[in-house]
Each structure stands twice: as structure tokens, then as C-alpha cells.
């Protein structure tokens, strides 16, 4: 087994995530078996009750794990599936630490976070890389290089590297290059005092990786060799790109892998990049523009919705357009109406979200494309408001609504799932994670998944109230997909509309460079036939 730790420094948000998973797509073009772990020093167990203000989204895996949303990129790039064991927190490892201690597993010994905390942080990543019988194990160890939180995890991979040996581990060390605005010189101060930091700690790099706005300058690079004792060519310049999916041809460019597969001693394979570099040809030079207003609650962090952005780019390549995203506060259209915010959109995506706060914006937005035939797209909250919007407008139902957001409404027609009325618990007691469900011969969704039974992921406590479902679908709103059971709605579909589709479930989780969501390529598809005419 190998591994490779990648850390950060100087501050969060560097591209640790996207350095990962770059690499990691790179190793498997060259036939390598890859899989990915990120450590999250919080204490949280994990990213399911966080504020998408103060953390960015909440990205669920298959086995409805709520992971940070760095899991997004590792799936889109190295196109695995996780685990929860593929993702290490500070309140996971301490928890079973003390579980262990409470039945005396330890045998009266003091416990300490060296050894304990420190070997079951080892155990856990060992554990990942063999469980997936992989050729190498990638490590993200999120915060940077001095935090508290970060020194059990920093000593755990220094152990690490001691006990699988130095030829089976590589460190990679993320820093910023920062350039001073007076002078305009790329600075290495920063990358200096962050790798003696971590130097101090007993782990020296193998590679930096260095983010700044343009390419590295040799003479800035020979200088953080120098102070950095690393070779020239281990620095390795990651400037702004136009989209983050050139980022491992950039790193390719530069040598990285097979720096990577030299360290390791592993057998050199010619890299396949055609479709990848097929894929960026057709996201970078599109033939036309489409724009999609994405109606939110939490607009002001875009990180919120990086699984929607990313799926709006995949499903743009394929249809060689470039997708503008038009980003609508939901609280504005209560203020302002849904005509002045939304008079320039092709299509509308209303996403999914909690709480009651610009709930009648979003409704309003659902409504506008509704009744003036624009494209829409409504995935999981967007998906139960399309239906509270359609039973208060066309069924008349005035004060229709979801028992979230009103429990004394007559026409709860969103309800709360049976299974959830006795939970107390908010972590990790949604409906989460991949589920089948079962779509409707010639239907929009059947035609765009060209399939009758799918999988896709889930994260929500409400759902259609089976009672409303008949008056509902003789109006013209119809159930298209079901769960395989037939209890749960799935899809929705209006008839006679050019596309108006909502999902319980989230297709933007699944989403794929190389295989976009069929929900959201339908949207910009529809999108680009409405202005064109």
C-alpha cells in the first residue's frame, strides 16, 4: 500500500481538495487502483448538522454518509464511490476511543491522545486503504499546518510514515504564494514559515504545491526550493485556471505523477487523457449560452450549491453551451416578485434547503415558470414547493403548504415521513443516502435516464402526503417516479409544460464530468431550445 498525505498552510481553502483529487484522476489514468480519505479535525462526528453558511454544502455518499463537500470533488475527478470510513473526524476517533474505554478495552491503562488517540487515527486510515484494496490511499488532512485540531492527525501520519516506511508515504504541502499589491512580487515568506512549521513537527515534504494567481516565476520557485530543501522540480506551481477540471492537466504539465510513480517505485503506464481533455475542450469553447437562475436561501455562500454548479457545468459541456448561473436570493423575490429577478432566466432551478425562511420566494419562482413556460428543475425542497405551489394554484387549495412550515394547514400535501414523527436526534436521521426508484415508461425522466429503474441519492424528512396524490395528478402533475414500493414520490412531471421536473432525490450528488445528471442536462437542454425558439 501507498499513501499520500497532503496538508495544508498558512489558511483553509488553499485547493488541498482539488490538488487531491487531481491527482488522484491522474493516477488512475495510469491504471492505478485510488482511493481517497479526508480528515476533518472539527469535533463534529460529521457534516450533517453544519450551516451551509458556515461550512458549504453537505455532500451525501451512497451509504448516506452527510461528508464534507471536498467529497464532491474526489467522486467527480477519480469517479469512486465512499464511504463513511472514508471520512475521519476529531469527534468520530474520539468517540470510539472513549467507547473503547468505557468497556475496558484498554485495560486500566491511561488513556492519552498519544498513544490512543494517535494509533486509532493510523488504524483508520490502514483500515480505508485495504478495505478498498486499492494500489494507493490519498489523505487530506483538512485545516492547516499549527491549528490545535490538527496535531493528533499531523503526529498520527508522521507515526505513519514511520511505520509503513519512507518509500511507501509521500507528503505533499499545499501553501500560498500571495503577491504583494505594491510591488507586484510573488512572495515566499508564507511557504517558508509554513513548512518549517511543519518541519518542526517531524514531517518534511516531499512536494509543495504552491497556489498563487499566475504561474509560478523560476526564480521564486529555485527560492523556495532552496529554503524548503526540496527539489526544484517538486515545486509545483497550481496558478488560477479557468476551471478547476484543468487543474490536473496543469499538474501533469509540471511532472507531478510521475514524480509520484518514480518516489514509488511503480511501473510507468501511458497515460489515457482523451475524454478528459475532450470534456474540457467542450466546457471552455461552447458553441452557445444558456442562463438558469438557481433560486436558493443560502446564495451569499456559493460553496452551498458547488454540486449543483459543477453539475450545471458537466450537463453544459455535453450540450457544448456555457451555463450563467443567475444567483436569486428567495427572500428577494418575496420583495420584489418574481418579474424583475427572473425576466432574464432561460430555466430555473430551485435546489433543496431547510427552515421557512424564503419559502414563498421560492414558491413564487416555481410559480413564474409554471405558468410562463420556462424550464424548471426542483430538486428535493424545490421538488415538495412544486407541489404546495401547484395544489394552492391550480387546485385552488389556498393554504396549502408542508407541516415544516405550517403545522395548523388544512392541506399538509408535504407531511412529515412516518418513520421520522419519533426522532429526536438530528444527526444522521434523515431518509439518506442511495435508494432505487422506479420511473414511468415514456416519461421525461425515462427518457433522459433511458432507463425504468435508477439509483439516486436522498436527504430529506418530508414527503408528498400519499392522500393529495389522486386530486393532485388529475390536474395534470403526475408522479412519474416512485419508490420501488410505490409509497414514496419520487419524480414530478407536468404535463404540457416543456420541462418542468422536480426530484425528491439529489441527481447533482451523482453528477460526472464524462456522465452528467440526466435532470439537469434536461434543464439546460430545454433551456437552450426556449431561447433559440
Known amino acids: 500500500m501507498k499513501y499520500v498525505i497532503v496538508t495544508g498552510g498558512v489558511l483553509s481553502g488553499l485547493g488541498k481538495g482539488i490538488t487531491t483529487s487531481s491527482l488522484g484522476m491522474l493516477l488512475r489514468a495510469r491504471e492505478l487502483r485510488v482511493t481517497a480519505i479526508k480528515i476533518d479535525p472539527y469535533l463534529n462526528c460529521d457534516a450533517g448538522t453544519m450551516n451551509p453558511f458556515q461550512h458549504g454544502e453537505v455532500y451525501?455518499?451512497?451509504?448516506?454518509?452527510?461528508?464534507?463537500?471536498d467529497f464532491g470533488n474526489y467522486e467527480r475527478f477519480i469517479d469512486v464511490s465512499l464511504t463513511t470510513n472514508h471520512n475521519i473526524t476529531t469527534g468520530k476517533v474520539y468517540r470510539t476511543v472513549i467507547e473503547k474505554e468505557r468497556r475496558g478495552d484498554y485495560l486500566g491503562n491511561t488513556v492519552q491522545i498519544i498513544p490512543h488517540i494517535t494509533d486509532e487515527i493510523k488504524r483508520d486510515i490502514v483500515q480505508v486503504g485495504e478495505d478498498s484494496d486499492v494500489d494507493v490511499t490519498l489523505v487530506e488532512l483538512g485545516g492547516t499546518v499549527g491549528d490545535i485540531e490538527s496535531m493528533p492527525f499531523l503526529e498520527a501520519v508522521r507515526q505513519l510514515s514511520r511505520d509503513v516506511g519512507r518509500d511507501n508515504i509521500i507528503f505533499i504541502h499545499t501553501t500560498l504564494v500571495p503577491i504583494l499589491g505594491v510591488v507586484k512580487e510573488?512572495?515566499?515568506?508564507?511557504?517558508?514559515?509554513?513548512?518549517?512549521?511543519?518541519?518542526?513537527?517531524?514531517?518534511k515534504p516531499d512536494f509543495i504545491v504552491t497556489r498563487s494567481e499566475r504561474p509560478l516565476e523560476g526564480s521564486i520557485k529555485n527560492k523556495i526550493s532552496l529554503?524548503?530543501?526540496?527539489?526544484?522540480?517538486?515545486?509545483?506551481?497550481a496558478h488560477d485556471v479557468g476551471s478547476i477540471y484543468e487543474v490536473p492537466l496543469l499538474l501533469e504539465g509540471q511532472g507531478l505523477t510521475d514524480f509520484v510513480l518514480n518516489r514509488f517505485k511503480l511501473d510507468k503506464v501511458e497515460e489515457d487523457l482523451t475524454e478528459w481533455k475532450d470534456y474540457l475542450d467542450r466546457l471552455l469553447n461552447p458553441k452557445d449560452a444558456v442562463n438558469i437562475a438557481l433560486v436558493g436561501k443560502y446564495t451569499h455562500l456559493m460553496d452551498s450549491y458547488v454540486s449543483h454548479v459543477e453539475a450545471l457545468n458537466h450537463?453544459?459541456?455535453?450540450?457544448?453551451?456555457?451555463?450563467?448561473?443567475?444567483?436569486?436570493?428567495?427572500?428577494?423575490?418575496?420583495?420584489?416578485?418574481p418579474k424583475?429577478?427572473?425576466?432574464?432566466?432561460?430555466?430555473?432551478?430551485?435546489?433543496?434547503?431547510?427552515?421557512?425562511?424564503?419559502i414563498e420566494g421560492k414558491i413564487s419562482a416555481i410559480r413564474f415558470a409554471r405558468e410562463n413556460d420556462?424550464?424548471?428543475?426542483?430538486?428535493?425542497?424545490?421538488?415538495?414547493?412544486?407541489?404546495?405551489?401547484?395544489?394552492?394554484?391550480?387546485?385552488?387549495?389556498?393554504?396549502?403548504?408542508?407541516?415544516?412550515f405550517d403545522n395548523d394547514t388544512p392541506y399538509p400535501v408535504v407531511d412529515l415521513l412516518p418513520e421520522q414523527k419519533e426522532v429526536v436526534d438530528m444527526g444522521a436521521t434523515m431518509r439518506l443516502g442511495a435508494h432505487e426508484i422506479a420511473v414511468r415508461e415514456s416519461s421525461t425522466a425515462e427518457r433522459l435516464y433511458g432507463k425504468t429503474k435508477i439509483e439516486e441519492r436522498h436527504r430529506h424528512r418530508f414527503e408528498i402526503n400519499p392522500d393529495?396524490?389522486?386530486?393532485?395528478?388529475?390536474?395534470?402533475l403526475e408522479y412519474t417516479g416512485r419508490s420501488m414500493d410505490g409509497r414514496r414520490m419520487e419524480i414530478a412531471e407536468l404535463a404540457g409544460h416543456p420541462y418542468f421536473v422536480a426530484s425528491q432525490f439529489h441527481p447533482e450528488f451523482k453528477s460526472r464530468p464524462l456522465r452528467p445528471?440526466?435532470?439537469?442536462?434536461?434543464?439546460?437542454?430545454?433551456?437552450?431550445?426556449?431561447?433559440?425558439?
Open 60 to 69: 451525501v455518499l451512497d451509504d448516506g454518509s452527510e461528508v464534507d463537500m
Open 315 to 337: 450537463a453544459g459541456a455535453k450540450a457544448k453551451a456555457k451555463v450563467n448561473i443567475l444567483w436569486v436570493e428567495s427572500e428577494d423575490l418575496e420583495a420584489g416578485g
Open 186 to 203: 510573488q512572495k515566499t515568506k508564507p511557504t517558508q514559515h509554513s513548512v518549517r512549521e511543519l518541519r518542526a513537527i517531524g514531517i
Open 227 to 237: 529554503f524548503c530543501d526540496v527539489p526544484s522540480d517538486a515545486v509545483i506551481s
Open 340 to 358: 424583475d429577478l427572473l425576466h432574464k432566466a432561460d430555466g430555473i432551478l430551485v435546489p433543496g434547503g431547510f427552515g421557512d425562511r424564503g
Open 468 to 476: 393529495f396524490i389522486g386530486k393532485i395528478e388529475k390536474e395534470g
Open 517 to 533: 445528471s440526466p435532470l439537469h442536462y434536461g434543464l439546460v437542454q430545454a433551456s437552450l431550445e426556449r431561447k433559440t425558439g
Open 374 to 404: 420556462v424550464p424548471f428543475l426542483g430538486v428535493c425542497l424545490g421538488f415538495q414547493l412544486a407541489t404546495v405551489e401547484f395544489s394552492r394554484h391550480v387546485l385552488g387549495l389556498e393554504r396549502a403548504n408542508s407541516s415544516e
